[in-house]
């Protein structure tokens, strides 16, 4: 009989490990369609208000010396630019830097993308 119960007890203890298993992948699975929502929603969101605290400075077309236009710019160049001034330490920032490096700091890495290409994706202005 003592030969049974420990049988018994060895089926039990492998359906506990499997049960827990089964909650770590499906605990996995939820954290990863959570991650992917947010990520549809962001494509599904207008990247376009987004954009409008950019094009508060940045107008369609850049004056002489003045502030850059961003539109019509490849998104390799304006995600390499994002992610410098993101990378600058805000209390570190110079007169170059501008206050970039302090707005960025609200972005992340998915809307820094998204900017890039909304931006490339508008003509430039003549």
């Excluded at 018994?8 to 699975?29: E, K, N």
């Amino acid at each position: 009989m003592a030969g049974s119960s420990d049988k018994l007890l060895q089926v039990r203890g492998i359906l506990a490990m499997l049960c827990a298993a089964l909650v770590l992948v499906f605990a996995y699975q939820s954290a990863s369609e959570a991650a992917n929502a947010v990520s549809a929603k962001l494509r599904t969101q207008d990247v376009s208000v987004l954009a409008a605290t950019c094009v508060t400075c940045h107008a369609p077309t850049s004056d002489a010396g003045g502030i850059p236009a961003l539109q019509g710019r490849s998104a390799d160049e304006l995600l390499t630019r994002l992610r410098a001034f993101k990378s600058i330490d805000p209390a570190k920032a110079t007169a170059a830097s501008t206050i970039m490096p302090l707005l960025l700091q609200g972005y992340d890495d998915v809307q820094i993308e998204a900017l890039a290409q909304w931006f490339a994706t508008r003509a430039k202005a003549r």
